[in-house]
C-alpha cells in the first residue's frame, strides 16, 4: 500500500524544546533513529509517516548514548537559567520498543531529578508492550504515562492502527487493568474515509474511518469503565498524515465524547 501525504520526524536521541500550552515548555526522548521510524503499529495517521516509506538506515540510540545527549541538554539549560516543565519519551515510533527502555527510565527519572525536580516526565505509547511486567513497572514510575486505546473494535484497529503480528485488543485492555488506575488513557477521533492503493495495482478501496459514533464510542466507554484511568485525552488528527481522506473530528463532536467519559467519573481533556 502506499501514501500520498508529506510527514515529518525528529531529532534523536533528543529533539525540541518545543513550547505548547498544555506542556509548557518540553523536551523529547526519541529512543528511535532521527532518519526512519521503527513501531508496532503503523497508523494510518501517524505523523512520521508509514513504517514502509521510512526504514531506518541507522541504529537506535543506545542507552549511553541518550544519557550523554540529554545531561547535556539539561546542564545546559540549568545553567543558562532556562525553563523546562516536561520531558516526553516521543518520537518515531514507539519508545516501550528500545531494549534498554526500563533502564533509560531510571536514567531519565534521576537527571530530572538533578536538574529539573519539578519537571514532570511524561510518556506517549501505544501500549502494544505493556502485558510485558518490566514496561508495566517502568511506565508506573513516571509521572504521566499515556496509553494509546482508539477503540475497542479489532476490525477498526486492524485497518487505521495496522498492528504488528500478534496483537490482540482483549490482552490490551487486560494489561491496561493491570496499572491499577495509574495512566492515562489517549484516544484520536477522526471522520472521514480511507481509500487505499495497492503497490503495483490499480485496484483501490474505501472505507469509513470514522470512530465518533455509538458503535464505537459505547464499547470503548464501557472499556474505560474496567480501566478506570486517571484521566481520558481526546483528541483529533492535527498535521499532516500519511493518507487523504481523513479528517478531524468536529470540536463539538469531541466534547459530547467527553461529557460521557466525565459522566462516568472520569477525568477527560479535550486536545482539538
Ligand atoms: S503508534 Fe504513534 S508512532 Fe506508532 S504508528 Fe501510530 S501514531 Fe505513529
Given at each position: 500500500m502506499s501514501s500520498d501525504s508529506p510527514t515529518s520526524l525528529h531529532a534523536s536521541p533528543i529533539f525540541g524544546p518545543v513550547r505548547s500550552r498544555r506542556l509548557g515548555v518540553s523536551l523529547g526522548v526519541n529512543l528511535m533513529p532521527g532518519d526512519g521510524k521503527m513501531c508496532s503499529f503503523d497508523c494510518v495517521y501517524c505523523e512520521c509517516g508509514i513504517n514502509g516509506e521510512r526504514q531506518p538506515h541507522s541504529p537506535r540510540p543506545s542507552r549511553e548514548q541518550v544519557l550523554t545527549a540529554l545531561e547535556r541538554v539539561l546542564a545546559q539549560r540549568h545553567a543558562d537559567g532556562l525553563p523546562l516543565h516536561t520531558i516526553t519519551f516521543s518520537?518515531?515510533?514507539?519508545?516501550?520498543?528500545?531494549?534498554d527502555f526500563p533502564r533509560i527510565i531510571d536514567d531519565v527519572l534521576r537527571l530530572r531529578d538533578a536538574y529539573f525536580p519539578e519537571a514532570n516526565v511524561s510518556v506517549l505509547s501505544?501500549?502494544?508492550?505493556?502485558?510485558?511486567p518490566e514496561i508495566r513497572e517502568a511506565l508506573l514510575k513516571v509521572d504521566a504515562n499515556i496509553l494509546k486505546l482508539d477503540t475497542v473494535s479489532a476490525d477498526y484497529i486492524r485497518l487505521i492502527?495496522?498492528?504488528?503480528?500478534?496483537?490482540d485488543v482483549e490482552r490490551l485492555v487486560a494489561s491496561l487493568c493491570l496499572f491499577g488506575g495509574r495512566l492515562i488513557i489517549q484516544t484520536l477521533f477522526m471522520r472521514g474515509a480511507l481509500t487505499l492503493r495497492w503497490s503495483g495495482s490499480d485496484e483501490t478501496k474505501t472505507f469509513s474511518?470514522?470512530?465518533?459514533?455509538d458503535a464505537y464510542v459505547v464499547p470503548w466507554l464501557e472499556a474505560l469503565q474496567r480501566i478506570r484511568p486517571a484521566s481520558v485525552m481526546v483528541y483529533t488528527i492535527d498535521r499532516p498524515t500519511p493518507f487523504g481522506g481523513l479528517q478531524k473530528a468536529e470540536p463539538e463532536v469531541l466534547e459530547s465524547i467527553a461529557r460521557r467519559v466525565r459522566n462516568l467519573g472520569m477525568p477527560c481533556n479535550v486536545s482539538y
Open positions: 518520537g518515531n515510533g514507539e519508545p516501550t520498543l528500545h531494549p501505544n501500549a502494544t508492550q505493556i502485558h510485558r492502527d495496522r498492528p504488528a503480528p500478534g496483537f474511518a470514522d470512530n465518533t459514533s
